[in-house]
Each structure stands twice: as C-alpha cells, then as structure tokens.
C-alpha cells in the first residue's frame, strides 16, 4: 500500500491482507468510511437482490443498487454503532 494512506486505511488494508479466507465486507465507522469512499481504488459496483454482483444482463426492470468496494470487490459498510475508525471484518 502507499503512503498516501492514513494510520486507520492502512490499518483496514493490512487487516484484509492478514486475513486467511478473503473477507466480503468491512463495516466502518463514520471517518473511515468517508476516507474509503474518497480513496482512489474505491469502486462502484453494482448489486441486485440477493446481495450478488450485476452482471449487465439483467432484465431493465430489475432494481440495481451501487455499493462501495475496494480491492477485490470487498463490500464496505458504514456502521454508526462503530467508533468514528474503527472497523469490523465479515466473512
């Protein structure tokens, strides 16, 4: 990782990092939340019902819905029960 990244973002990617199985979301409190989705490498993805990836050939009707991810399409959440940099790691 860079050295652009803030002790609590370097913290997060280095826990993801550590992690034996890859995890699927990391719920953030406020602050880091904001850092992630201001980072350069977050992305956009789209989701559909059932919390799986849309893959563009879903029919016009079907509600997609834009999440933030990072990395290798790690979900990030915002928890306000969380400390403002903290973080929490799901499978």
Known sequence: ???DLSPTLQALANAIRG???R???ALCGCDLWLE???Y???KIVDYVAGGKRATGEED???LKVG???LGNGIVISFDPTLEP???????
């Open 40 to 42: 350069r490498h977050a």
């Open 60 to 62: 016009p009707d079907i």
């Open 23 to 25: 995890p699927l979301v």
């Open 85 to 91: 940099d903290t973080f929490i790691l799901k499978p």
């Open 1 to 3: 990782m860079s050295d």
């Open 36 to 38: 992630c989705f201001a």
């Open 67 to 69: 999440i933030m991810t």
């Open 19 to 21: 992690r034996e199985v």
